[in-house]
C-alpha cells in the first residue's frame, strides 16, 4: 500500500474545483470497531443523509453517489482500516487513499479538499524498529502506518551436542557456550544495524529479557542507541500482531510527547509575546501576514467563520473584509486555516488530546518574525 507522504499533502491541498465543489470523504473502516461492512455503511448513510439535507447540486449528488458505490464494493480490511476520497467529477477530481489507520469519518463540501486529517496522518508516519532477542533467536521488525515494511529473523546454532573436541584447553564447554551467547546478542544487533540501513527507521525499542538487555544496547551501533526508546513488554518470540500492536502503542507515546514538546514551545512563545500567538482569531491574522512557521491546531476543532474571495483572508468575524470586500460565510474556517498554511508552505501538527493546547484556544502558531 503506497503511503502518503507530504509532498502528497500539498499536492492535493492546492486543487480547486473552480466552479466545482469538491466532495472530501473521510470513513473508518477499521475491522475492529467495524465488525461487518454493513456498520460502517450506516455511518457513511449518516453523513450523506445530513450532507443531502442542506441541499446539493446536481454535480455534488454524482460525486456522493459515486464515493457511495466505492464504499459498497468493499475493501481489504486486512490491510485497511481508513479511506479517504476526493471527488470533483465536473473538475475531473477522483483521488482514493487507503490508509493502514483509522480516521474520524467526515464528509464535507468545499471549494478545495478537505486534508487536516491527512496532515494528522503523515505526521504519525514514523518507522518503528522493534529487535525481539533470546539466546538463540533475533529477529528485526520495521512498522510505519501499523504495516509492516520489513521483517528479517537470524538463529544462531548454540546446541548442547556441538563438537567439544578441544574445547576444555580453550575454558570448558560452559564458557564456550557463553561466548556462542554473546555472539549470537552481536549478531542481533547487527540485525538491527542492517535494518536501519535499509529503512532508515526513527525509532527502536527492544524486546529482550531483563538479563539480556544491557549486553544488547551496548552492542547496538551508536546510531541506533540514540534512537533507543526503551523496551517492550512482549515476548520475543511473540506473534507479529502482538509486535505491531506493541509498536503503534509506542508510536503514539512518542507523537504525543513530540506534540507536548511544542505545545510548551508554544506557550512559551506566547508568554513572553515571542514569536507565538494563540486563538483562532490572533492566527488568522498570522495567516493573513504570511508570518506562521508552525500551526498547532486541537485534533476535531472546528469552527464556522468567513472568507474574502479577494485578498484571501480568513476571519471569525463578517461580514466585510478589512480590503473592502464583501466576505463569505465557511462552515469551517479551521480547515481553510489548514489548507492555506500548507499553501504557505507551513507546517501542520494536529495535536491529540492535549489539555494545554486546549486552553490557549485549541489553536495556535509559532511565527517566522
Avoid at 37 to 61: F, I, K, S
Avoid at 244 to 259: F, H, T
Wanted: proline share 3%.
Amino acid at each position: 500500500m503506497p503511503v502518503i507522504t507530504e509532498d502528497d499533502i500539498r499536492s492535493l491541498a492546492t486543487i480547486r474545483g473552480g466552479d466545482a465543489a469538491i466532495t472530501s470523504c473521510y470513513l473508518d473502516v477499521d475491522g475492529s470497531r467495524y465488525v461487518r461492512p454493513a456498520d460502517y455503511e450506516r455511518t457513511l448513510d449518516t453523513m450523506l443523509r445530513r450532507v443531502r439535507g442542506n441541499g446539493v447540486t446536481p454535480a455534488v449528488e454524482r460525486d456522493l453517489k459515486k464515493i457511495e458505490e466505492l464504499v459498497r464494493a468493499g475493501f481489504d480490511r486486512s490491510r485497511v482500516r481508513g479511506i479517504a476520497v476526493f471527488s470533483a467529477e465536473e473538475a475531473g477530481v477522483w483521488e482514493v487513499i487507503e490508509l493502514p489507520v483509522p480516521v474520524r469519518s467526515e464528509l464535507v463540501v468545499n471549494d478545495a479538499p478537505a486534508v487536516g486529517q491527512l496532515e494528522s496522518v503523515v505526521q504519525q508516519a514514523t518507522r518503528i524498529g522493534v529487535l525481539c532477542a533470546d539466546k538463540v533467536h533475533a529477529r528485526m521488525f520495521v512498522f510505519r502506518l501499523d504495516e509492516l515494511i520489513e521483517h528479517t529473523e537470524i538463529t544462531d546454532d548454540i546446541g548442547r551436542d556441538y563438537d567439544t573436541v578441544g574445547v576444555a584447553d580453550r575454558g570448558g564447554v560452559a564458557e564456550h557456550r557463553e561466548e556462542l551467547e554473546h555472539q549470537h546478542l552481536r549478531h542481533a544487533a547487527d540485525l538491527a544495524w542492517s535494518a536501519f540501513q535499509a529503512t532508515e527507521f526513527d525509532h527502536l525499542a527492544l524486546a529482550v529479557p531483563e538479563h539480556l538487555a544491557s549486553e544488547v544496547e551496548a552492542d547496538l551501533h551508536p546510531y541506533l542507541r540514540e534512537r533507543l526508546h526503551g523496551r517492550l513488554s512482549i515476548e520475543p518470540n511473540a506473534p507479529t500482531s502482538t509486535i505491531r500492536d506493541a509498536a503503534v502503542a509506542l508510536e503514539a507515546r512518542i507523537e504525543r510527547q513530540r506534540e507536548a514538546r511544542l505545545v510548551e514551545d508554544l506557550r512559551a512563545a506566547v508568554a513572553t509575546d515571542s514569536r507565538g500567538v494563540a486563538g483562532l482569531e490572533d492566527v488568522l491574522g498570522a495567516l493573513a501576514e504570511h508570518r506562521v512557521a508552525r500551526l498547532l491546531i486541537s485534533d476535531g476543532f472546528s469552527q464556522e467563520g468567513w472568507h474574502c474571495p479577494t485578498c484571501n483572508r480568513l476571519a471569525t468575524v463578517g461580514r466585510e473584509c478589512s480590503c473592502g470586500t464583501e466576505m463569505e460565510h465557511v462552515d469551517d474556517v479551521v480547515k481553510e486555516a489548514i489548507d492555506e498554511a500548507l499553501a504557505q508552505s507551513c507546517r501542520v501538527e494536529v495535536c491529540v488530546e492535549n489539555a494545554d493546547l486546549d486552553v490557549l484556544g485549541r489553536v495556535g502558531a509559532l511565527l517566522r518574525y
